[in-house]
């Protein structure tokens, strides 16, 4: 297609007039440019558009007048689309894909996206949980808007802070440390680890024994946090976390404890990714700022203080 809708809108002007010199006044573009547009989409289109009347102006040939209705059509229906722009950059409203980190999830997604939905009835919301790489690769391909994760650090991706999280030890209530307050890796050399198995974390976890210069000794694994509590809470073995549920009683109800990780680790920061690339809609702005007052160091939906 080699045509355009500014072309289209001189030919308009022009048949509606029946001439050059007054849709040149009614437009406010010269002569010569609305001639140019006219001569461009009959070659175009391969067809006459009007018949030449010296000093008289123009009438529209027969294939003209039909072309004439069919432009008028699209022009509408472009100024429609633009509305539709208008509408989407200017109105909390349409579809918003929310990712989320799987441990987070549960704690962080029901409390925040209902008081979001409450407050912007006219978004739609989907959730979606997964892993880190997951998510990040959904933003990427624009089949998430925002994700809720810890941080990443690419020159495609946006990283904004919200909270820090502290590593924490994860010990069934009834351990003989269970009420020390806090314990370093040292502590548990050589008793039996749970681990998380999800892509990051298990190497971040690694990472974590790594610096404390201890064998991490692993006898189950999974890709569920609930499950992690129900084993640790059975006296499995401990686990460590960032993710802390207000309740610390495992799914299968026994009770669990969490105490503060003496080691020298740095807080996970906790925020939203977005890509780059993509124009952020008028509900993905609302979304970041309602993430911005929910979400901090110091309050967490879902989540217990150590």
Do not use: W
Not at 106 to 130: R, S
Not at 166 to 174: E, G, K, Q
Not at 242 to 256: E, I
């Amino acid at each position: 297609m080699r045509f355009t809708l500014k072309q289209l809108s001189y030919f308009v002007a022009a048949g509606e007039a029946n001439s050059i010199t007054i849709a040149s006044e009614r437009v406010h573009i010269s002569q010569p440019s609305i001639s140019s547009a006219i001569t461009q989409l009959e070659t175009e289109f391969g067809v006459q558009l009007f018949f030449r009347h010296h000093a008289q102006g123009l009438s529209l040939t027969p294939a003209g007048g039909r072309i004439l209705s069919a432009a008028r059509d699209l022009l509408r229906q472009a100024e429609q689309l633009h509305d539709l722009a208008d509408e989407i950059t200017t109105t909390v409203a349409g579809p918003l894909r929310i990712g989320a980190f799987r441990t987070l999830a549960p704690l962080i997604l029901p409390e925040i996206c209902v008081d979001f939905a409450e407050a912007n009835p006219k978004v739609e919301l989907e959730m979606v949980e997964d892993d880190e790489a997951e998510l990040v690769a959904k933003v990427r391909k624009a089949q998430l808007d925002v994700a809720i994760t810890y941080e990443q650090q690419a020159p495609d991706l946006e990283f904004e802070c919200l909270a820090l999280l502290p590593t924490y030890i994860l010990l069934p209530a009834r351990h003989g440390l269970a009420q020390s307050g806090s314990l370093n890796l040292r502590d548990l050399e050589g008793q039996p680890f749970i681990l998380l198995d999800l892509p990051v974390s298990r190497e971040y976890f690694q990472s974590l024994f790594d610096r404390a210069g201890i064998a991490m000794n692993i006898v189950a694994r999974s890709e569920q946090p609930e499950t992690i509590r129900s084993f640790v809470a059975s006296g499995l073995g401990f686990s460590l976390m960032t993710a802390r549920p207000a309740s610390r009683t495992a799914p299968n109800g026994r009770k669990l404890a969490y105490l503060h990780l003496d080691d020298d680790v740095p807080p996970m920061k906790l925020g939203l990714v977005t890509a780059r690339n993509i124009r952020k809609t008028r509900a993905t702005l609302a979304f970041e700022k309602h993430c911005r007052k929910a979400i901090s160091t110091h309050r967490m939906p879902g989540m217990a203080d150590l």
